[in-house]
């Protein structure tokens, strides 16, 4: 919401906007340093699963044992020194932040505060976009001269999917969350703020004469 103009014209701060802004900066500062999404391999010969967890900068868990059944059916290795988005990240992610703060004590329209959320929930979404795009990729990249031979497959970013006997369950992680928070007290926390506030000093009585 736009702040209201005093009588010199000029735009009074909005404070409830600022403590947001600032809020979401330091939201996204936590979620930097979170996992953001996840995949847990199970089979018969694997009762306990086998777990790959992506942070913004680097990818952890059995890698190693993935990679290894990966070649059975010709998926190409994960190499995560490959992978352009992960260094990319961390500029990407210091730029926003700086811009989420920058806008939190500068900004003061309110279509610029609406571009600034928008910008801050393209992060989560682009990131899930881009996922599926590698998931897409190593399926429908096989090395034909694999010992094991299967059909071209799309591995779900959220949700299972099922090749031979192996299963996958992929879902976004804290980080991924905390980033869609911070969006969210963008968009919606100063409204809010606001209605709580005034209507907690909403009391009903009368004004003093």
């Keep these: 919401m736009a702040a209201s103009a005093d009588v010199t014209g000029v735009h009074a701060r909005d404070w409830y906007w600022t403590a947001c802004g600032l809020l979401a900066a330091v939201v996204l500062v936590a979620a930097s340093f979170l996992p953001l999404w996840s995949l847990t391999l199970h089979a018969p010969q694997y009762p306990q699963g086998l777990n790959l967890t992506a942070y913004g900068t680097s990818l952890e868990g059995d890698l190693n044992e993935i990679n290894g059944l990966n070649h059975y059916i010709g998926i190409k290795a994960i190499e995560p020194d490959s992978i352009f988005e992960l260094t990319l990240f961390p500029y990407v992610m210091s730029l926003l932040i700086v811009t989420v ?9 309110w279509r610029l505060r609406a571009l600034l959320a928008l910008a801050v929930w393209a992060i989560p979404v682009t990131l899930l976009i881009d996922t599926q795009w590698w998931l897409y990729s ?72």
Excluded: C, Q
């Design 138 to 209: 190593y399926g429908h990249d096989l090395n034909p001269d694999a010992p094991i031979k299967v059909a071209e497959f799309t591995p779900r970013v959220l949700g299972s999917t099922t090749v031979m006997n192996f299963n996958s369950d992929a879902m976004v992680a804290s980080g991924f969350w905390l980033m869609a928070l911070a969006g969210l007290l963008l968009a919606a926390g100063p409204w809010l703020a606001r209605f709580l506030w005034e209507s907690w000093n909403n009391t009903g009585e009368e004004p003093a004469k």
């Design 101 to 109: 703060v920058a806008g939190a004590i500068l900004v003061r329209n």
